[in-house]
Antibody, heavy 119, light 107 residues
Framework: QVQLQESGPGLVKPSETLSLTCTIS??????????WSWIRQPPGKGLEWIGY???????SFNPSLKSHISISADTSKNQFSLKLSSVTTADTAVYYC???????????WGQGTLVTVSS | EIVLTQSPGTLSLSPGDRATLSCRAS??????LAWYQKKPGQAPRLLIY???NRAGGIPDRFSGSGSGTDFTLTISRLAPEDFAVYYC?????????FGQGTKLEIK
């Protein structure tokens, strides 16, 4: 059974970089055809797609965040990662990693991790 | 960016009732629409994709319909575990966007 698990700091200071990792078990980040995505939900608000990395290394990002994001895959650790730079309090959210054979919908999800941006 | 508007914001029904949730897109997404169920403290669960296809393991009391800009999620007979927040999501064009959610609560 494939599982995803997010990890990373729960507290980040404004203007710093938020870094999260999603560890994949039961499958490989190199699995042909799969997309590995990040989605977030600020407290009391709706869901927002952040971006994805394809097994080939190709990426796509939400234009509203594009200048601040990088998403990459580490095949040696079977993980993929999100980096969001110059964070503000508006970036406080539960961050989910997710996956599917399509780039734009998500069947498999991690449990989510709350990241608070505060000084 | 395509904006999705869900209605109603809150739906109060009883177990055994039929639930009808609506999602309207600001421009056509063809049939590129999904529905998710979300419970507090849990990750979203994909219910429906491509407007009417049920995801793996989803009971057949869940069904989707529509095309273009107007979509519906129907739950034929509500089970106690169905009370949650439901989100529609479009992938007709990037960025992929979600509606604001419909809360299905027990009456």
């Amino acid at each position: 059974q494939v599982q995803l698990q997010e990890s990373g700091p729960g507290l980040v200071k404004p203007s710093e970089t938020l870094s999260l990792t999603c560890t994949i078990s039961g499958d490989s980040v190199s699995t042909n055809g799969y997309y590995w995505s990040w989605i977030r939900q600020p407290p009391g608000k709706g869901l927002e797609w952040i971006g994805y990395v394809h097994y080939s290394g190709r990426t796509s990002f939400n234009p509203s965040l594009k200048s601040h994001i990088s998403i990459s895959a580490d095949t040696s650790k079977n993980q993929f990662s999100l980096k969001l730079s110059s964070v503000t309090t508006a970036d406080t959210a539960v961050y989910y990693c997710a996956s599917d054979s399509a780039p734009n919908r998500w069947f498999l999800w991690g449990q989510g991790t709350l990241v608070t941006v505060s000084s | 960016e395509i904006v999705l508007t869900q209605s109603p914001g809150t739906l109060s029904l009883s177990p055994g009732d039929r639930a009808t949730l609506s999602c309207r897109a600001s421009q056509s997404v063809s049939i590129s629409l999904a529905w998710y169920q979300k419970k507090p403290g849990q990750a979203p669960r994909l219910l429906i994709y491509d407007t009417w296809n049920r995801a793996g393991g989803i009971p057949d009391r869940f069904s989707g319909s529509g095309s273009g800009t107007d979509f519906t999620l129907t739950i034929s007979r509500l089970a106690p575990e169905d009370f949650a927040v439901y989100y529609c999501q479009q992938y007709g064009s990037s960025p992929y966007t979600f509606g604001q959610g419909t809360k299905l609560e027990i009456k």
